[in-house]
């Protein structure tokens, strides 16, 4: 009896240490060198945009932060056109307006919807009025933000805002199509609840 509890105990831990095995790499494959607390996973770490996004935006990990700070829910969860998604956009809507672009405060913050009832970050979106932005900076070619051009997102569009400047950055989770791509094709809405 006393040896068949001593096989299954080394059974029982030979099969954890598999999964733990196994599951490590998995635990940062959908994040970016540093984004997940491993700043060397690569040997490089992020750099220029998507390094400033990390560093200034990190601390909104925890959605009720990001609220403290002025940033409030203003979508549902977006899905992408093609597959995909955007998330749920936070935003802080008295900078969308202001014709000022500061590459260490966006003006968006995106969250995934989780199985476990909880939002979890995976970019930010930077996002200016075109209208304000010409009246604060001329009639200039559309506007760059840390070195990366942002597209237009003319009017009428499914967000229901006025014409407008937009470039997201997909720091906190892996795009498939693009660190820059409209939609993140690794994110989804399925665990989207209205209610909560």
């Known amino acids: 009896m006393h040896v068949k509890k001593i096989l ?101 913050l995106l969250y995934e919807p989780t199985p476990w009832g909880t939002m979890r970050l995976v970019g930010a979106e930077y996002l200016t009025i075109k209208e304000a932005w010409h009246a604060q900076n001329g009639e200039v070619t559309p506007p760059v933000v840390g070195g990366q051009h942002m597209f237009l997102l003319d009017e009428p569009n499914r967000f229901v805002i006025p014409a407008a400047y937009a470039l997201r950055v997909w720091a906190f989770k892996k795009s498939p199509t693009g660190m820059f791509a409209l939609s993140n094709m690794s994110v989804t809405c399925n665990y989207y609840s209205p209610e909560g």
């Open 8 to 108: 299954n105990t080394r059974k029982i831990a030979q099969a954890c240490a598999l999964v733990l095995t196994l599951a490590a790499p998995l635990a940062f494959a959908d994040s970016y060198p540093g984004s997940s607390g491993d700043p060397n996973a690569n040997g490089l770490g992020p750099t220029g945009l998507v390094k400033t996004v990390i560093d200034s935006a990190s601390k909104y990990r925890d959605v009720n932060a990001a609220v403290d700070d002025g940033y409030a829910p203003a979508t549902g969860c977006v899905s992408g056109p093609y597959g995909g998604a955007q998330g749920v956009h936070y935003v802080r809507f008295d900078l969308i307006g202001d014709g000022v672009l500061d590459p260490s405060t966006p003006e968006v």
